[in-house]
């Protein structure tokens, strides 16, 4: 019995500590300016303030790592950004994706370039060498809010790094001032590029845009689902509190049923309950707005009391969802096979240093699981320290991960 108990206290241990490879670490975010002079030309205009630029999003395609700064403040260098792979500084500068250009705000009159980058939060790197951008077109969030160009999917071709496509979402995508656009998960298969669907969630407006590539066309689905819960907007991470209405937000796509199509799992972040719905409903326009469908929709199940995640990834080797949990500086997982509930639901790694605020998670073509911490609670309604280490990408595989949890089949 006792060797038993000690056995398996160690596996739990073994488990929770699965250490994540700290990949960089940034105490305040650096670019790589075309010159000396510009980085201090663009200090001096304030055009860069260092402690306004929060990284955000990630994902990684070939020997990029996307970063995202979106503009939430004044003086944020460049909002879409890569770190080259091949960086050998912990703490290497950023590099503006596709351009310099593209990342500046254009001044007063003058037109907007068609690559434009104004401020983005999340991005979504597809199996056919593209990368799609929800571009909110919001810059300054918290000072003067200025609506550059209207929210907007723009898709680049990772191989040219130019701008293949820019869909403006439409009237009827948006909830007048709620709206607010944070992430974007493409739907594709790699024999099928063009038939791509992208499902945008609105946290401010408890809804889903949907986007069909190939109709050049949007929609917006409403469920009560994607509404938070009143219960669980008030939380505390790295010792601030905050209360927060924030609905849908994360989405994370399983692999293809028989059907052809995928299980859409979501959550909204202010709740503590995951649910899904087949991507056959989302896709077809006049079922996924037709009130009669509320039933189609599904309750996973529940994470636990402090269970409130931000961003999702799923591994279809697996069949393991990862999902951030931002009260308990921690990632965690659950495989679908087995009810989710919080014995079904564990830590896969938690530090309550290096994980205050797991913004983003995202799973790359070689089975790397990444994630962003990045303290923004204390950005937002405090101030960072730039004496410490305040922003941090960090790596594990998937299999790690998962290794001696409830997750492994
Ligand atoms: C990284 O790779 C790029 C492109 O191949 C190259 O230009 C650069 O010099 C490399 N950097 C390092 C630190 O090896
Ligand atoms: C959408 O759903 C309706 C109702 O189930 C069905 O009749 C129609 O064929 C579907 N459309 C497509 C394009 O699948």
């Known amino acids: 019995m006792l060797k038993y108990l000690a056995l398996s206290s160690c596996a739990l241990l073994a488990a929770v500590s699965a250490q994540l490879g700290d990949v960089f670490e940034w105490k305040e975010l650096s670019f790589a300016w075309p010159d000396e002079d510009a980085k201090t030309a663009a200090l001096k205009t304030r055009d860069y303030v260092p402690e306004n630029n929060l990284p955000l999003g990630l994902g990684r395609w070939k020997d990029k790592l996307f970063v995202t700064v979106p503009r939430w403040k004044a003086g944020v260098a460049a909002s879409l950004n890569y770190i080259p792979l091949n960086a050998t500084d912990k703490s290497p500068a950023l590099v503006p994706y596709p351009s310099w250009k593209a990342n500046r705000i254009p001044g007063k009159g003058?037109?907007?370039?068609?690559?434009?980058?104004?401020?983005?939060?999340?991005?979504?790197?597809?199996?056919?060498?593209?990368?799609?951008?929800?571009?909110?077109?919001?810059?300054?969030?918290?000072?003067?809010?200025?609506?550059?160009?209207?929210?907007?999917?723009?898709?680049?071709?990772?191989?040219?790094?130019?701008?293949?496509?820019?869909?403006?979402?439409?009237?009827?995508?948006?909830?007048?001032?709620?709206?607010?656009?944070?992430?974007?998960?493409?739907?594709?298969?790699?024999?099928?590029?063009?038939?791509?669907?992208?499902?945008?969630?609105?946290?401010?407006?408890?809804?889903?845009?949907?986007?069909?590539?190939?109709?050049?066309?949007?929609?917006?689905?409403?469920?009560?689902?994607?509404?938070?819960?009143?219960?669980?907007g008030d939380m505390t991470v790295g010792g601030v509190n905050f209360q927060w209405t924030d609905g849908v937000f994360g989405i994370a796509l399983g692999p293809l049923n028989e059907n052809g199509y995928r299980t859409a799992y979501f959550h909204p972040l202010a709740s503590c309950t995951e649910f899904s719905v087949s991507t056959q409903i989302l896709r077809n326009e006049s079922l996924a707005t037709d009130p009669q469908s509320f039933e189609l929709y599904k309750v996973e199940g529940g994470k636990g009391d402090v269970g409130q995640s931000s961003s999702s990834a799923f591994d279809e080797k697996t069949n393991v969802l990862f999902m951030t949990q931002l009260q308990r500086d921690a990632i965690a997982c659950w495989n679908p096979r087995t009810k989710l509930q919080p014995d079904t639901f564990p830590l896969v790694t938690q530090d309550h240093e290096k994980l205050i605020f797991t913004n983003d998670i995202s799973i790359d073509a070689e089975r790397n699981l990444w994630v962003l911490s990045d303290r923004m609670p204390v950005f937002i309604y405090r101030e960072l320290d730039p004496n410490q280490v305040n922003y941090r990408i960090l790596r594990m595989t998937v299999d790690e991960a998962i290794k001696g949890t409830a997750c492994e089949a």
């Not at 999917?153 to 009827?172: C, M, P, Q, S, V």
């Not at 986007?211 to 994607?226: G, I, M, P, Q, T």
Request: aromatic fraction near 12%.
């Open 110 to 232: 003058e037109a907007p370039a068609d690559d434009q980058i104004v401020s983005v939060f999340r991005i979504n790197v597809d199996v056919c060498d593209r990368l799609w951008v929800m571009e909110t077109g919001l810059a300054d969030i918290l000072g003067n809010p200025n609506q550059v160009i209207p929210p907007s999917i723009a898709i680049f071709d990772l191989n040219t790094d130019k701008l293949l496509k820019r869909y403006n979402l439409g009237e009827n995508d948006i909830k007048g001032d709620d709206s607010f656009f944070a992430n974007i998960i493409v739907d594709v298969t790699k024999d099928a590029c063009d038939k791509a669907f992208a499902y945008i969630p609105d946290l401010g407006g408890y809804g889903i845009v949907v986007y069909s590539l190939a109709e050049d066309k949007s929609w917006r689905v409403k469920h009560n689902y994607f509404h938070f819960d009143p219960l669980k």
